[in-house]
T-cell receptor, first 112, second 114 residues
Framework: DAKTTQPPSMDCAEGRAANLPCNHS???????VYWYRQIHSQGPQYIIH???NNETNEMASLIITEDRKSSTLILPHATLRDTAVYYC?????????????FGTGTKLQVIP | DAGITQSPRYKITETGRQVTLMCHQT?????MFWYRQDLGHGLRLIYY???????DKGEVPDGYVVSRSKTENFPLTLESATRSQTSVYFC?????????????FGAGSRLTVL
């Protein structure tokens, strides 16, 4: 399985875009990038996933580099409620479930 | 209500006691999972199930037992609780196929073993 590397923590001013990076240099051609977040004391929440094209939903945008070795999760207008730990995970999307291992993620602090 | 629910939300028990944490989902998702979360270790997979009567070990299965007689329920039992099993436990579920790795988590069960 491709491993991911994320910075342990980041700050972002409220109302500004939060850009959370993830390196996955050993990603395989059939592996997707998934993002989850965990707000304090709550269960993790799925945000978005993608293969190679940029993806956007109501929560965030996912930008994957052309070589697919890294990606960035973008929260366009961060609010205080976006303060959370963000996890980047790489998994195949076919062949059913693979054991999803959550690392320590990036702790995002949104500052008023 | 639709969703995934865990019970109890909070539990205090003593060393050596048996404890069962319940997990119920209303989507008929094929997959269900149990994770534990401790400071310094992040989320660690205990057990998962691909369907009724099919279960498999995760990273940290020792000391835990699971069963899945019905698709919607996935109880986790600590047969003889130890202090090291003090943790927050999260249950999750996912569909089969393309969204098998899109997990929906419950609110968690905080277990304290004295």
């Amino acid at each position: 399985d491709a491993k991911t590397t994320q910075p342990p923590s980041m700050d972002c001013a409220e109302g500004r875009a939060a850009n959370l990076p993830c390196n996955h240099s050993t990603i395989s051609g059939n592996e997707y990038v998934y993002w989850y977040r965990q707000i304090h004391s709550q269960g993790p929440q799925y945000i978005i996933h993608g293969l190679k094209n940029n993806e956007t939903n109501e929560m965030a945008s996912l930008i994957i580099t052309e070589d697919r070795k890294s990606s960035t999760l973008i929260l366009p207008h961060a609010t205080l409620r976006d303060t959370a730990v963000y996890y980047c995970i790489v998994r195949r999307s076919s062949g059913g479930y693979q054991k999803v291992t959550f690392g320590t993620g990036t702790k995002l602090q949104v500052i008023p | 209500d639709a969703g995934i629910t865990q019970s109890p939300r909070y539990k205090i028990t003593e060393t050596g006691r048996q404890v069962t944490l319940m997990c119920h989902q209303t989507w008929s998702h094929s997959y269900m999972f149990w994770y534990r979360q401790d400071l310094g270790h992040g989320l660690r997979l205990i057990y998962y199930s691909a369907a009724a009567d099919i279960t498999d070990k995760g990273e940290v299965p020792d000391g835990y037992v699971v069963s899945r007689s019905k698709t919607e329920n996935f109880p986790l039992t600590l047969e003889s609780a130890t202090r090291s099993q003090t943790s927050v436990y999260f249950c999750a579920s996912s569909e089969s196929g393309l969204f098998a790795n899109v997990l929906t988590f419950g609110a968690g069960s905080r277990l304290t073993v004295l």
